[in-house]
C-alpha cells in the first residue's frame, strides 16, 4: 500500500510512522521547511492524569505504552517516565484530589494523594508551602522542539519513506491523489491530512464550512536551566478546572468558594511545567477561544505564572530565555478525542485532538491505521 500523508506534526508524522512499520510504502509532505506549529509549541507532556474517564483515558494510556515503546527505538525523542505531581493548598483543592483518587480509574492513571515530605521526597525541587500533592505515575515527557526530527530520522532508515518539505498541498485530484504548489502530483492507495490548526482553504473545500472543530491559542514560555533536576511534571490546583478527570461535587465547591484570581480566570490559566533536556523549564499556558486572536502575548499571564512556580519551588524563577505564542485545533465537542472524516474516496482528515495531540497522538494514529485496513 502506498499512503500519503499530508502534514509533518506530531499527528502526521505518527501516521507515518504506523504506515512504514507496517510495511507500507510512505510519502509524507509539509507546506513548512519543518514543521512550526502545536506540535512544537507545546509542553512535551503525555499527560494520562486529567484525560476523561472511557474512551479519552484508553486513548491516552494506549498512547503513553506506544510512546514508551518507540522512546526505546528512539532515545532523541527523550522519552521518561518522569510522572506528575500537583500540589495542593486547603482543603477544598485537597477534596478535588480525594475525589479523583477515589474514581474507579485512578490506579490505572496511578493517582495517588502524598503528604508534603513523601511529595518532596518524589521531586526535592518543590521547597514551597504546601498541604498535599496528587501524584500520578503515569504521566510522561518527550523533547516537544526535536520529537518529529527524530521520528522523521529514523523513518528515513526506511527505504519506503520519503519526505517532502516546502510543498503546499492545493487539491485532491479525483481519488487518492493529491496536487502540491510545485504542480507534481502524488498518488496514493490513500491519502491522510494532518493539518493541524490549517482550518482554510483546501481543507475547508473538503469538509465543508460546518467542521467541528475550532482553534484555540495560548502563550508559553521557557526558562534558562534551573541548577537542579526538577524529577516530575507540575502542575497546579488550576488544572483542577481546566481537565475533565476531576469533575466532581468538590470541583464544583472548588469553583463556589475559591474562584481563581482574576488574571488566571480572564485567561483561562493553568500551570503546567516540564523540566526540559537542556535543564530550562517549560511553562505555561492560557487559552483564548474568541476570533480575532490577539496578534501579541501578554506580560500578566507571565507574571502570574511566574508567582505560581516561585511559591511552588521555593525560590526564584531563573531568567526567561524564550516566550511564544501557538494555535491547536480542537473539536468543538471536548469530549471526541478526535474528528476523523472520510472527504473524498481514499482521502481522510484527521484533526482537532485540541490539547491532547502530543499525548495521543500515537494511539490517533494506530486507530486511523486500524480502521483503514493498513
Not at 26 to 55: D, H
Not at 115 to 132: K, Q, S
Not at 344 to 357: A, I
Request: aromatic share 6%.
Amino acid at each position: 500500500m502506498r499512503v500519503i500523508v499530508v502534514g509533518a506534526g506530531v499527528v502526521g508524522t505518527m501516521h507515518a510512522w504506523h504506515a512504514v512499520n507496517r510495511g507500507h510504502e510512505v510519502v509524507q509532505i509539509e507546506r513548512e521547511t519543518e514543521a512550526r506549529g502545536a506540535s512544537l509549541r507545546n509542553f512535551g507532556q503525555i499527560w494520562v492524569s486529567g484525560r476523561a474517564g472511557g474512551e479519552e483515558l484508553e486513548t491516552a494510556l494506549r498512547a503513553r505504552e506506544l510512546w514508551e515503546e518507540i522512546g526505546g527505538r528512539v532515545p532523541a525523542l527523550g522519552f521518561r517516565p518522569n510522572g506528575s505531581l500537583t500540589p495542593l493548598r486547603g482543603d477544598l483543592e485537597r477534596a478535588v484530589a480525594e475525589a479523583a483518587v477515589a474514581r474507579p480509574d485512578a490506579a490505572a492513571r496511578g493517582h495517588k494523594l502524598l503528604t508534603p515530605g513523601e511529595a518532596r521526597a518524589v521531586n526535592p525541587a518543590l521547597r514551597g508551602d504546601f498541604d498535599a500533592a496528587l501524584y500520578c505515575e503515569r504521566d510522561a515527557a518527550v523533547e516537544p522542539r526535536t520529537a518529529q526530527l527524530a521520528l522523521r530520522a529514523e523513518l528515513g532508515k526506511s527505504p519506503k519513506y520519503t519526505f517532502l518539505p516546502g510543498r503546499e498541498v492545493r487539491d485532491v485530484v479525483g481519488e487518492r491523489a493529491v496536487r502540491d504548489d510545485h504542480g507534481d502530483t502524488h498518488t496514493g492507495d490513500v491519502v491522510v491530512l494532518c493539518t493541524g490548526a490549517w482550518l482554510g482553504g483546501l481543507v475547508r473545500e473538503l469538509a465543508g464550512p460546518d467542521l467541528p472543530v475550532r482553534r484555540v491559542r495560548l502563550q508559553m514560555m521557557q526558562t534558562d536551566p534551573l541548577g537542579e533536576p526538577l524529577t516530575t511534571s507540575v502542575a497546579d490546583a488550576d488544572s483542577f478546572r481546566y481537565y475533565p478527570a476531576y469533575g466532581s461535587p468538590a470541583l464544583d465547591e472548588l469553583n463556589a468558594r475559591q474562584p481563581q484570581p482574576a488574571t488566571a480566570a480572564e485567561h483561562r490559566m493553568q500551570l503546567l511545567m516540564v523540566q526540559r533536556a537542556d535543564g530550562g523549564l517549560t511553562i505555561g499556558d492560557t487559552h483564548e477561544y474568541e476570533h480575532p486572536f490577539a496578534f501579541d502575548t501578554l506580560e500578566d499571564p507571565y507574571e502570574h505564572l511566574t508567582g505560581v512556580v516561585e511559591s511552588l519551588l521555593g525560590r526564584p524563577l531563573p531568567r526567561i530565555r524564550r516566550r511564544w505564542a501557538g494555535v491547536y485545533a480542537q473539536c468543538t465537542d471536548t469530549s471526541r478525542v478526535v474528528h476523523r472524516q472520510r472527504v473524498r474516496d481514499g482521502v481522510w482528515l484527521v484533526t482537532g485532538p485540541g490539547g491532547r495531540g502530543m499525548t495521543c497522538s500515537p494511539a490517533i494514529a494506530e486507530t486511523t491505521a486500524n480502521e483503514l485496513g493498513w
